[in-house]
């Protein structure tokens, strides 16, 4: 029975190790964080047709590379950078309760741009400046 047990676990260790580091996240990054990621590049792919031919970053077979910031070290605000292929992302938000998150996109491949909205706690996006 022992070996049994050690047999299992031998298999389900690793399987848990490798989907917790998925993608590359660091786990202390926010769920927020990754929403307003997601949710400002499916509205970016969805609202800009001269943008069509880029694709979808996460279906890039490569990690985000993930950095925690905090500019000028102020307390209260909590920032990441997402970056992959020519994709860099930038969600901050204040640190409350139901916190909004300020999105800035910059592509720099093929077709480069920048753009910056808002992501509410419901995934809804807010357009406030799009630049190619």
Same mark, same amino acid.
């Given at each position: ?19 917790? +580091? ?6 202390? !990054? $926010?769920?927020?964080? &990754? #929403? ?5 590049? @499916? ?20 990690p985000w590379q993930v950095d925690t910031l905090n500019p000028d070290r102020l307390p209260g605000l909590y920032a990441v950078q997402? +970056? ?6 930038? !969600? $901050?938000?204040?640190? &409350? #309760? ?5 999105? @800035? ?26 630049s190619q």
């Amino acid at each position: 029975m022992g070996l049994v047990i050690a047999f299992i676990a031998a298999l389900v260790i690793p399987a848990v190790f490798l989907y917790a +580091t998925r993608d590359n996240e660091a786990t202390d !990054v $926010s769920e927020g964080s &990754v #929403l307003g990621r997601d949710a400002a590049i @499916e509205y970016i792919l969805e609202n800009y047709p001269e943008l069509s031919g880029l694709g979808d970053p996460s279906k890039i077979r490569m990690p985000w590379q993930v950095d925690t910031l905090n500019p000028d070290r102020l307390p209260g605000l909590y920032a990441v950078q997402f +970056t992959k292929g020519g994709w860099s992302i930038r !969600v $901050s938000n204040a640190v &409350v #309760l139901e916190p909004v998150y300020s999105v @800035e996109v910059e592509f720099t491949g093929d077709g480069a741009f920048c753009w910056k909205g808002t992501v509410d706690q419901a995934g809804n996006v807010s357009a406030i400046e799009f630049s190619q």
